[in-house]
Structures are given as C-alpha cells and as structure tokens.
C-alpha cells in the first residue's frame, strides 16, 4: 500500500536536526527595532525596548489606552525584539529593599543549614539562589509579599502576556563576585527537555512553548555590566528550531559573538520571552553580589515549575491585604496581590465534589480569596473556606 502525505497546511510539522543552521538563525535576527513601532516606549538601546514605568502608568486606568499598551507590549515579545525593559518598575526603592531584607536572611539560613545548592545552567553553588522564593516571602513577611505583588508594572506584562490569571513563582539569584556566565539557553518548559527528545515533539508544540510562561527579573541591586547582567540575543525566539539548536558549540559561540547585555538599576524591571536566548553573565566586579529576583509566570493552562502551597500562601497574605484594604489600596492593586498569591485555575479537582454550579467551572481559590476581601471577612472564616475547598478537591 503506498502512503500519500498530504500537502502542508502552513508551517512545518516537525523540527529537525538539519534545520539547526546557523546561517538561517543569523539571517532571522537580523533586524532593527525601530522605536516609531512602539509610541509607547521611551527609547531603544541596542535593539532592546525601554520604558519609563512612570509614563505608562497614566495609560493604565482607562480600559482602551491599557488594552493598548498590553496590545504594544504583546507585539514587543512576539514579533519585535522579544524583550522589554521597565525602567523604575518599582518607584519606591523601600519596597524592594524590605523583600531583599528577607531574601538575604534566607540566604544565610541556607548557609547555616549546609548543602550545596543547584542551578540550573550555571555551576551548582557558585551562587546564591533561593528556590520557591515567592511561598518564602509571602509566609515570612506577609506584608512584604502583598506589597510587592501590589505592584502594577508587573500585572501589566503578566496580564498582557497570559491574561487576567496566572501563577507566579520566583527565585532569587545573587551572582556573587568571580562567578562565571550561565551557558546561553532557553527556558521552561521546552528549553529543560533533553535535547535527544526534542524532535519527537511536533512543531507546533516548539511554537506553543513560548506561550505558556513569561521570564522577567526584578533588580534588587544595581547591576553595571561589570557585574554580569543578563545576556541577550534579541530576535532569537523567531528561529523555530531554536530549542534544538540553542546548545550547539557553533550556536553557543555566534550567542558569545552577538549577545546585547544592558546595565539596569535597582528598582528596574526585564521581562522577555522565554524563548530568547539569554544567560546570566560574568560578574567580574571585586565586591557586587547582583540580586534579582527571577520571575518565572505561568499560564494557568500550564504546568508550573514549582509546587507552592497557595493555601498557606492565602492565608499568610490576607490579614496584609485587609490591611491595604482599610488603608485605601485600590482594588486593582488587591486584585494583583490575590493573583500572584493563590491558586487560578479551577483544575484539576474532583468533580464529583467539587462541582460547577451556575458555571462552567468551580470556583478558585483567587475567587474564594477576592469574595471574602470584598465581604471584608475575618482571616478565620477564609481560612475555613480555603480548607473547605481543598478538601472538595482531594481525589
């Protein structure tokens, strides 16, 4: 029996080990960002957008200027050159300096605890990372975390690259002194396969990858470029083989030949598509121990790097937002808080308790967690709630 393939519908269908040509990923980034594309940006440096936090937050109140900016910024990662750089992300220096206390005082409870621990491109205890940092932070100092995921800058580009729900984890990198680069890469979730199982998986699985996580990092010091900033390679999410190709040798040096690398200032804010390539660099600085927090946001419709306890994390964070509540924090600054802090996404759950009424799904713990802020419930009735939930969930 012959077997007739039938012609392609658009795009291909699966990646190959001859479509890792660096010619063909040369000529595919091979182009100018041109700041007259983004009336919303401040400047262009090295093919990188910038924007200055302080003139975008005018735009973000009325629903039709905010959908264009989230409109602009959408274009900018997929596209355009596939970063963005928010310039004074956080205007209040006081705020990352009170979530840096905390992640300092984590770090030298590692150190006190021994152990060695790992990265996941880089070489394993040459620096300071804190994994789950955001469950950390948020049962540690709840106020902090509440107040630091108030922040709307950060809501802006998760909004405007997964929509209105999203799950939030981050780890927080110190790259000390002396500490060598990361080997160029992309990220999760098709960047952390083996690259021998990367073409059994269909084209349109590489293309969709990008979609489901957004990578950013928030100084929490400043960072010249002598002290390592991270390397770039804008354009480079547009080559299709690219997560098959990334660690090649001839591909690991053309990223050493051609990376972009900024210098950003504490406060300042990067978020980029995880398919860019990129690693942290050489910080050949004698005393700067670069801090970011490295965010990591997931599409609710994906699987997220890390497991958090989002019920402990409703919990600690609550009394914080009650607070800013009484205070006059306004609603879409509590609204962004609840999101980074629980859980949502409805699935998966057991619908034989846990069933839809009057909707198409149960509800989630954002909504359980935002119905009692409204109501101004007690933290005890919304820790009742929350367990109520999680039990209708258990298998």
């Keep these: ?122 070489k394993a205890g040459a620096n ?77 699985l590489h293309r969709m990858s990008a979609t489901l996580t957004l990578q950013g990092a928030v100084a929490h010091s400043d960072m010249p470029v002598e002290s390592g900033p991270t390397l770039y390679l804008p354009y480079s999410h547009l080559f299709e083989a690219g997560y098959l190709a990334f660690s090649r040798p001839e591909f690991v040096e053309f990223f050493r030949d051609s990376h972009v690398q900024l210098p950003l200032r504490k406060g300042d804010a990067v978020f980029f598509n995880p398919a860019l390539y990129h690693g942290a660099g050489h910080n050949r600085s004698d005393a700067i121990r ?34 800013r509540q009484s205070a006059g924090a306004s609603e879409r600054t509590l609204r962004n808080a609840v999101v980074a802090t629980a859980e949502c996404y409805p699935f998966p759950t057991n619908l034989d308790h846990d069933q839809p009424v009057h909707s198409l799904a149960p509800a989630t713990q954002v909504d359980t967690v935002w119905e009692a802020l409204r109501e101004n419930a007690d933290p005890a009735v919304l820790a009742e709630r929350l367990a109520e939930q999680t039990t209708r969930r258990r298998p």
């Design 1 to 122: 029996m012959t077997i007739t393939t039938p012609p392609p519908t658009g795009g291909r269908e699966w990646i190959r080990d001859s479509d890792c040509d660096l010619d063909s990923f040369r000529a595919s980034i091979d182009r100018s960002t041109n700041l007259a594309d983004y009336p919303f940006a401040h400047s262009v440096e090295r093919n990188v957008l910038l924007y200055r936090s302080d003139s975008l937050m005018p735009h973000l109140d009325d629903a039709q200027s905010r959908r264009a900016v989230q409109t602009e910024l959408v274009r900018a990662l997929t596209d355009g050159p596939g970063i963005v750089v928010f310039q004074n992300a956080f205007n209040d220096l006081a705020v990352v300096d009170r979530a840096t206390e905390q992640f300092d005082l984590l770090i030298v409870q590692q150190h006190a605890s021994g152990g060695v621990v790992g990265d996941h491109f880089g």
């Design 128 to 204: 300071d990372r804190i994994w789950n940092a955001a469950q950390k932070l948020a049962l540690g100092a709840p106020e902090v975390f509440a107040e630091y995921y108030s922040n709307d800058i950060l809501a802006l580009i998760c909004q405007s690259w997964l929509g209105p729900l999203y799950q939030v984890t981050s780890q927080v990198n110190v790259v000390n002194p002396g500490s060598a680069a990361q080997v160029p890469h992309r990220d999760y979730h098709l960047g952390i396969v083996p690259r021998d199982e990367l073409t059994e998986y269909p084209a349109h």
């Design 290 to 323: 670069r801090t970011a927090n490295l965010l990591q946001i997931s599409s609710p419709f994906g699987r997220a790097m890390e497991v958090l306890d989002r019920e402990a994390m409703a919990n600690a964070v609550y009394p914080a937002l009650l607070a």
